[in-house]
């Protein structure tokens, strides 16, 4: 008979849904009602914390571990994250050009320049994407561009901040990958749990 293994951590992969907080509990959370946490998707395991965050209105892939060293690993710069966004407007390949060499921001009411990073044109008709709980405005209201972001850091709403820098501001932003997890065919509020991470 063999011996149960007992799991000293345990890793998952969730699709945060837009409208969620990419955590699990606040100390305003009576005042917030009308906010959802990571908690309210599954019952996770005591310990567990959201490695990096989304904001509220961003979506995709989020990892949460009961492991810190492996949380500290996956924020640091050597692990690339991969984002989706839908952009105000037609992108043009001038701004498409500026992202990728790195634009000004502001981070903590100072100005910060965003290392390089591969940024590319994508076509909407190829996106697979988890269905959104609220819709986009339609093209009526202005055409619309998808573009692929690649960072190697993660500055508070920076994807954000550099479109709107080069005059393209973001409607939908869903991570689709990092490292080498992907967000594949996962649907908003799927949790997978993982063997480890990498």
């Not at 917030?32 to 892939?61: C, I, W, Y």
């Amino acid at each position: 008979m063999k011996t149960p293994i007992h799991k000293t951590h345990f890793y998952f992969a969730v699709c945060k849904p837009y409208g969620y907080l990419s955590q699990f509990i606040s100390n305003e959370q009576r005042k917030k009602k009308q906010h959802k946490f990571l908690g309210e998707l599954t019952n996770f395991p005591e310990g567990t914390m959201a490695v990096g965050r989304l904001d509220r209105d961003s979506e995709g892939l989020l990892l949460l571990t009961t492991d810190g060293k492996k949380s500290y690993e996956i924020l640091s710069a050597k692990v690339e994250k991969e984002y989706y966004a839908q952009v105000d407007g037609c992108i043009t390949n001038e701004a498409v050009k500026q992202l990728n060499q790195g634009v000004v921001i502001t981070v903590d009411g100072k100005d910060y320049t965003t290392k390089p990073c591969n940024v590319q044109l994508l076509n909407p008709s190829k996106l697979t994407l988890p269905i959104r709980a609220k819709k986009i405005r339609d093209e009526r209201h202005g055409p619309t561009s998808w573009i692929a972001i690649t960072l190697r850091e993660g500055k508070f709403r920076q994807v954000r901040k550099m479109t709107a820098a080069v005059g393209f501001p973001t409607l939908r932003l869903v991570r689709v990958r990092i490292g080498q997890i992907h967000l594949n065919d996962m649907q908003a509020g799927e949790v997978i749990e993982l063997p480890d991470f990498f």
